[in-house]
């Protein structure tokens, strides 16, 4: 895995935190949360997004 793919993995794993937290504290649908997600697995490409999910 090359050092720009594991930053991507990094990013989007940051972002799925967030994304994790804004749902657990009520700021965001679920149908919010799937459509970001999305669009950050779009931006971020990230090798190893299912083993997240």
């Known amino acids: 895995m090359s ?3 594991m930053l991507n993995e990094v990013k989007y794993k940051t972002a ?3 994304l994790n937290t ?3 504290a009520g700021m965001l ?3 919010e949360y799937r459509r970001i997600d999305e669009m ?3 931006s971020f ?3 190893l997004a299912e083993v997240y999910a």
Do not use: A, Y
Request: net charge negative.
């Open 16 to 18: 799925l935190h967030v």
């Open 40 to 42: 950050n697995r779009i």
């Open 3 to 5: 050092q720009e793919q």
């Open 29 to 31: 649908t679920l149908s």
């Open 45 to 47: 490409s990230p090798d």
């Open 22 to 24: 804004m749902l657990e």
